[in-house]
T-cell receptor
Framework: AQTVTQSQPEMSVQEAETVTLSCTYD???????LFWYKQPPSRQMILVIR??????QNATENRFSVNFQKAAKSFSLKISDSQLGDAAMYFC????????????FGKGTHLIIQP | DVKVTQSSRYLVKRTGEKVFLECVQD?????MFWYRQDPGLGLRLIYF???????EKGDIPEGYSVSREKKERFSLILESASTNQTSMYLC???????????FGPGTRLLVL
C-alpha cells in the first residue's frame, strides 16, 4: 500500500516570493511516479508537475520545480515568484499501478498568496 | 486538450434516493476513475475501470457501484444515498499504460 503525507494544511506567502510545499510518501514499489496537482477555487484539478522515480534529475515546469529525495522519500514543490493565480489547494500524489490504477493522494495544502 | 466533463456541478438529493453521477471524456482514454474528495482527507479512490464493462474496486467502494457501457462514459451510482455520502466527486481518465490522470470539474453532492 502507498501512503502520501502532506504535513502543512495551510501555507501563506507574499506575492513574488518563493514557497516550498512538503510531501513525503511511502511505497514498496521500485517503479513509481509522483505528482503535484493544483486545485483552484473553481475546483478543476490541474496537473502541475510529475516526476518519474527512476529519474534522478528534478522536474521543472517554468516557476514550479520539485526537490525529489528518493532515499528520504520526500517530494517537495517549490514555487518561485509566487503569483495571485497560484492560490489553490495543492495535492501531492503517487502512482505505481502500471497504467490502470488510482492515484494515492495526500490531504492537501491550502496555499494563500498575500498581495 | 483532454476534456473530462461531469453532468452536474451541484446536486441535491434526499436520503434513500438512487443517484447517478455521469462522467464523459473525449480523448479515447481506456482508464476512468471516480474519486471522492472531503476536507482534510484529500481524494480517495472509489472505483476505476480499465475497459468497457470492466470495473475494479478502489479504497472506499462501499455504498457505490459503477457502470461503463461505452468507452467514453463512466457512471457512479449511489443505490440508496445517505447523508455520509455528501461530498465532492471527481472523475478522471487516463490512457492505457499512462500514469497521468486528467480530471473533470467535480460534482458537489448534498444528501439531505
Amino acid at each position: 500500500a502507498q501512503t502520501v503525507t502532506q504535513s502543512q494544511p495551510e501555507m501563506s506567502v507574499q506575492e513574488a516570493e518563493t514557497v516550498t510545499l512538503s510531501c513525503t510518501y511511502d511505497t514498496s514499489e521500485s517503479d513509481y511516479y509522483l505528482f503535484w496537482y493544483k486545485q483552484p477555487p473553481s475546483r478543476q484539478m490541474i496537473l502541475v508537475i510529475r516526476q518519474e522515480a527512476y529519474k534522478q534529475q528534478n522536474a521543472t515546469e517554468n516557476r514550479f520545480s520539485v526537490n525529489f529525495q528518493k532515499a528520504a522519500k520526500s517530494f517537495s514543490l517549490k514555487i518561485s515568484d509566487s503569483q495571485l493565480g497560484d492560490a489553490a489547494m495543492y495535492f501531492c500524489a503517487s502512482y505505481s499501478g502500471g497504467g490502470a490504477d488510482g492515484l494515492t493522494f495526500g490531504k492537501g495544502t491550502h496555499l494563500i498568496i498575500q498581495p | 486538450d483532454v476534456k473530462v466533463t461531469q453532468s452536474s456541478r451541484y446536486l441535491v438529493k434526499r436520503t434513500g434516493e438512487k443517484v447517478f453521477l455521469e462522467c464523459v471524456q473525449d480523448m479515447d482514454h481506456e482508464n476512468m476513475f471516480w474519486y471522492r474528495q472531503d476536507p482534510g482527507l484529500g481524494l480517495r479512490l472509489i472505483y476505476f475501470s480499465y475497459d468497457v464493462k470492466m470495473k475494479e474496486k478502489g479504497d472506499i467502494p462501499e455504498g457505490y457501484s459503477v457502470s461503463r457501457e461505452k468507452k467514453e462514459r463512466f457512471s457512479l451510482i449511489l443505490e440508496s444515498a445517505s447523508t455520509n455520502q455528501t461530498s465532492m466527486y471527481l472523475c478522471a481518465s487516463s490512457l492505457k499504460g499512462q500514469e497521468t490522470q486528467y480530471f473533470g470539474p467535480g460534482t458537489r453532492l448534498l444528501v439531505l
